[in-house]
């Protein structure tokens, strides 16, 4: 979907048209979701929180600039859900997810070996990591999303990968024993 | 031990053709330069899909709900505005109305959770009756709060919406999870910090100043 396309999915989404929505959905689905399920650990509560992204989308698309930039504004929506999800969760006194509340987790044996890594990194690094290095945004569009400065941006990510480093250092020497 | 001209070229303070030279004779840096590109290519796989069947139904679903529910919000306004002045005497009075119950609630569940996470029947229904009266005091403080978020400016009015509706949608979850399984104090926990989230976001929002 190019800017021109997206501006005017954008405005068929303000007259309230579903197959515009659905089309942002295709679009971005992926990167959501994946988003979400990195951030929030249980696919279920990344599915809500995208269902939730779309539904606060609705309620706020009127209010949308033309020239922004959409997948900041998007993405914008789906963190500050997950923030909120993570918030009621660590004040329920649940930092760890209970396995009953966690049935759906699966992912690739590669994927997941950084997974556990990336998982384990503080909330904003994560953040900050997932959308400047999976996503490829640039620094100052992450920063526009979770709303803190370009520099903030730069020291996260910057210790994010000194922290993965050392922890694929630490699986390469296991590996090699 | 790393060497902190890693750092510095990775924070881009120095050049490439700086750190190509410093590389050859590093190696700290060299090593690090090696974890980087094997980090750049696993950071590959984390791009894996995510299979989410039925999710675009579920959302369609919500959208067309909202859709339906939102027609009128506007004529709904000036009439809540003629209400404004309630929420002046209800909001001390379900602040502690709310007080009470919440107290009790969290109470009777410290109280009566076995060890086993099992609730026992009588407290069990101790506490659905204690949850209930909590939710009915939330939902007075709900309306308390409604004409106060009609009054808000638009960015204000939808940042409290959408926060609300996190929680109602965290709410529903655990009330859907509880109707399976009505003793499952995790659950039960949960609902119960949904529920005070709820609390403070309103008197937030009846505490703020227009």
Redesign the interface.
Known sequence: MDRMEEDETIEACKRGDMAAYQRIYERYEQPLLRTACRMLRRQEDAEDAVQETFLKLHRGINGFRRGARFSTYLFRILLNTCYDVLRLRSKAGFEDLDADLLPHYSSHEAEHCLMEAVEALPRQMKACFLLFAVEEFTQDEVARILDISVGSVKVNVHRARQKLRAWLAVSLEGGKA | M?CEKF?KY???ELSAQEFERHVSECTSCR??SG??T??TA??E??????R?PY??E???A???E??NGNTGRSDKKSALRRFHKKWLILVPAAALFLAAVGLAAIFALKQKIPASGLLADKALENIELKEREYIRAIQDLEKAARPKMAGMD??MM?LY???L???D??IE?CRE?LAANPA?A??R??M???L??KQETLIRVLGNQD
């Open positions: 790393s750092d990775e924070m881009g090593e690090q974890l980087e094997r980090l696993e950071t796989a984390l791009r894996a899909p995510v989410a999710l675009w579920r959302i369609e919500g959208l067309r909202e859709m638009l960015e939808s919406r959408d926060r509706g996190t929680i949608a965290q979850r999870a499952n995790h659950i926990r949960y119960l910090a949904a005070q989230d």
